[in-house]
């Protein structure tokens, strides 16, 4: 599958260096949040990447939650365990959990279903900020801290009719927003589609931290920096993939 360039394997453990990160993260989710840049002090493997392994490894299941308990940071080594269980624990060497996953019905590994699925959803997740969350914040009148931001991936869960349909397709559906001092929670949810038939729906819960009174102008030049430092890296892959 597509995803063996984004990691290695050393010690029969996943080993997922910053550098294939933040690519997938970039140049696979279009996500640049800046918790996935290489020389971050706070790097993290974007939850997208895991999620996407935990298919490649153990496929889709009709019904699946899965809790990031832990920040994965450069070279981590990753347990995977072999198991058919209903739920899995991804750890480091040290036993320390990163992600949990639960599991029931219906199970596919289908290459093509699980390829096209992952591809949908981290372009769906990816996009998240700023044309998501930024309207999420702005209504319930908080931000983040601009100067450090951080918006962590929690969870996400996804409920399928059938694993049995093809060429899946993401549809977002409304957002909500809860907000506990200087805390809040989103829950981005969407629903699945095969043609013009929901198959399926689910909702990716991210945590934003560091709350502060929404500032217009101040965001307005954060997203608008984002977009620009978005839209300079993907023009210069362009640039390199024709020059290749």
Excluded: W
């Excluded at 029931?104 to 289908?110: F, N, P, Y």
């Excluded at 059938?162 to 629903?191: C, I, W, Y």
């Amino acid at each position: 599958m597509f995803l063996k360039e984004y990691y290695d394997v050393q010690d029969n453990c996943v080993c997922i260096t910053a550098e294939q990160a933040s690519i997938f993260a970039k140049e696979v989710a279009h996500d640049f949040n800046p918790l996935h840049d290489v020389d971050n002090k706070r790097f993290c493997v974007p939850g997208d990447l895991l999620f996407s392994l935990v298919l490649e490894k153990y496929g889709l299941s009709q019904n699946m939650h899965f809790i990031f308990s832990g920040m994965v940071g450069h070279a981590v080594l990753l347990n995977f365990p072999t198991t058919d269980a209903e739920h899995i624990d991804v750890t480091d060497q040290q036993g320390k959990t990163y992600l949990q996953i639960t599991r029931s019905g219906q199970l596919t590994r289908s290459q093509a279903l699980i390829e096209t699925l992952i591809r949908d959803y981290v372009a769906f997740s990816g996009q998240n900020f700023p044309y998501v969350l930024v309207p999420l914040l702005a209504k319930e009148n908080v931000m983040f801290n601009i100067d450090r931001p951080l918006v962590i991936y929690e969870s996400m869960t996804l409920n399928l009719q059938t694993v049995d349909f093809e060429q899946p397709s993401l549809e977002m559906l409304d957002p909500t927003m809860e907000v506990n001092g200087k805390r809040a929670t989103a829950f981005l949810h969407f629903q699945i589609k095969s043609g013009t038939k929901v198959v399926g729906t689910g909702f990716k819960k991210l945590t934003v931290s560091g709350l502060r009174d929404y500032e217009a102008e101040p965001m307005r030049v954060f997203v608008e920096e984002y977009l620009a430092r978005k839209q300079s890296y993907l023009v210069d892959i362009e640039v390199a993939a024709f020059n290749y």
